[in-house]
């Protein structure tokens, strides 16, 4: 007999209805959904009597449970996977579940500890660097790790940035809370002079702690070829090349789509428009050009298939778009930090301190894990020059600054960060929450289920996160809990003259399941989408654009999926 409804699937010797239900359909408590082959559902006393080798019919999600609704955008549909609809302009919402440490494909390693140190008088600094460079020295394992740095619990007091400075090294505190007898602290103390000087300055060197090479664009091209295909859609893995054989399985290449004059005027200028400051005029050629950080996965013909997708059209008529090889890369790999609080001295509007708590710069497949920061004045967590890392539970509290720009932003992707996830992180009080400062060499960013949280009902006091400025990409807000005061917003919109003339500041992006108020605009050439039920959209903006993809208003019930990160990932991971 075959299946009336769903898909037909025979039972495995340790095969139940709850364990089949948890798998297939993502809710073991949808089992009652499994019917027989005649269209009935079991019975309980049928569920327990289960024969290996009997047919039963899983349910494909053509339509979704009882009580939910669907994007029209992605949804699942007759075959029980994720089914994308473009535009008329052939947008669509990408796969965004490559992000994170190896594309999120598997769990954070568990390095072992091959040394530990205790906290001793006065500065901590070249304590800490010393024990880091000797595990530096340590030959890698079979996995590329040298082992980890342990800090036993207590107060580590630091006048100075400690780097940890080769691949496979991670250092690793004994736990992020207060409690100097049981946790490990490093207290970042004030400085002789102010790190700050100008509007704009934010040295990266003034972090407590760096993971990487700290070059922040640590790729080099080597010989391009270009892209012959006329328009190769946003999600795509895959293109055409004039000429192939420069290429094999497993290189590191770098796309590059050039902002010529004829891709800027179709974004209008960028949305600038014509101002008084000529820094804020209108969007210079070459200056926001669009990089992809990529691996070959395969040759077939002229054609290459990448690792993870391009998050922008590729369109000939606007801009000729290239693939090169990276002839040298200046980053570390498999390095992280953990299980540690950073507490910065408040220097308070003087800005008298370490700047950032974490930078992840010129580092590949790296991750910060368990870790609290407090009173910053930058950035929490801030990567730069950095591809596939992972920021997940780790809480940015409470930064201290003068709060105007280029300051207070929690967690934040600055230029050249691609494929990074931030996952159960939590941010308060600061300007922006979770941003991307990164401009069109950002893209594919992921903030799935955190936190935000402002100061109050004053939109002085605003904890926005947002697309900042030029053109990031492939942002996800995924199951944000926004718990700011009548406050608290998302935004993907047109900035236009704001800072140095930030204008469209994200394309590709998405707003999921989010209970803040919602600010969504449409870029030229591209799309920005809201899928909610539970927020509050604004639709009146600052500057020109309409609104972007917005749907769940007025649905009831909840929206399936409720994350589409998880959605993304577990589907490709099954296929």
């Keep these: 007999m075959t299946c009336k409804i769903g898909s037909s699937y025979k039972i495995k010797a340790g095969d139940t209805l ?12 949808r089992w009652r959904e499994i019917l027989n082959p005649n269209g009935i559902p079991f019975t309980e006393k049928e569920a327990e009597n289960l024969q290996t080798g009997q047919e039963i019919c899983i349910p494909n999600g053509s339509l979704p449970p009882t009580g939910e609704w669907q994007s029209k955008r ?11 609809t473009s535009d008329k302009e052939q947008n669509r919402i990408p796969d965004y579940s490559y992000a994170g440490y190896r594309y999120g494909e598997i769990e954070l390693p568990n390095v072992p500890e091959v040394l530990s140190i205790s906290p001793i008088a006065g500065d901590n600094t070249a304590h800490i660097q010393k024990a880091l460079d000797a595990v530096s020295t340590r030959q890698p394992d079979g996995n590329g790790f040298r082992g980890a740095l342990v800090l036993k619990p207590g107060v580590y007091e630091l006048r100075s940035t400690i780097q940890i400075k080769a691949s496979g ?8 809370g207060s409690d100097r007898t049981k946790d490990t602290i490093l207290v970042a103390k004030v400085v002789d002079k102010p790190i700050v000087e100008g509007k704009q300055d934010r040295p990266s060197d003034k972090s407590v702690v760096i993971l990487g090479t700290n070059n922040p664009a640590p790729w080099k091209s080597g010989d391009e070829t270009k892209i012959t295909d006329d328009f190769v859609q946003v999600g795509s893995l895959g293109f055409n090349v004039e000429n192939a054989s420069l ?6 290449i ?20 014509e101002v008084d400051d000529p820094d804020k005029n209108p969007w210079k050629p070459g200056k926001i050009n669009i990089v992809y950080y990529r691996r070959v996965d395969r040759v077939e013909g002229n054609k290459i298939i990448l690792d993870a997708p391009i998050y922008n059209h590729l369109d000939r008529k606007l801009s000729q778009s290239t693939v090169c090889k990276i002839k040298s890369s200046e980053v570390l790999t498999n390095v992280g930090l953990e299980n540690l609080r950073i507490e910065i001295d408040k220097g308070g509007e003087d800005e008298k301190f370490l700047w950032s708590a974490v930078s992840v710069i010129g580092a590949e497949d790296a991750w910060v894990r368990n870790l609290t920061a407090l009173h910053f004045g930058f950035s929490g967590v801030y ?9 997940t539970d780790v809480k940015a509290f409470d930064p201290i600054a003068i709060r105007t720009g280029g300051r207070m932003y929690n967690f934040n992707t600055e230029k050249h960060s691609q494929l990074i996830l931030f996952q159960n992180c939590e941010a308060t009080n600061g300007r922006h929450n979770f941003i991307s400062n990164g401009t069109s060499s950002a893209s594919g960013i992921v903030f799935h289920k955190c936190k935000s949280k402002g100061l109050g009902s004053n939109s002085a006091d605003n904890s926005d996160s947002e697309g900042h400025r030029l053109w990031t990409q492939a942002m996800l807000f995924d199951s944000i809990d926004e718990n700011s005061l009548n406050t608290g917003s998302i935004a993907l919109i047109n900035r236009g003259n704001f800072g140095s003339g930030h204008g469209w500041s994200a394309a590709h992006s998405t ?3 989010y209970n803040g108020t919602i600010i969504v605009q449409k870029p030229p050439t591209a799309q920005n989408y809201a899928v909610s039920s539970t927020g509050k959209v604004q639709k009146k903006f600052k500057f020109s654009g309409v609104i972007g993809n917005v749907e769940g208003e007025g649905e009831k019930g909840k929206l399936s999926p409720a994350s589409l990160y998880e959605a993304q990932l577990k589907e490709r991971l099954q296929h």
């Design 18 to 29: 709850f364990l089949i239900a948890e798998r297939e359909l993502g809710d073991g408590d």
């Design 247 to 252: 290429f094999k399985a497993g290189d590191a």
């Design 74 to 84: 992605v949804f699942f549909g007759s075959n029980g996977k994720l089914t994308y």
């Design 511 to 513: 707003i999921w399941n």
């Design 169 to 176: 090294v991670v250092l690793r505190g004994s736990g992020d």
């Design 383 to 391: 990567t730069e020059g950095a591809l596939r890392v992972t920021v």
């Design 254 to 273: 770098i796309i590059k789509h050039p902002s010529t004059q004829k891709w800027i005027d179709a974004l209008d200028g960028g949305g600038v428009g």
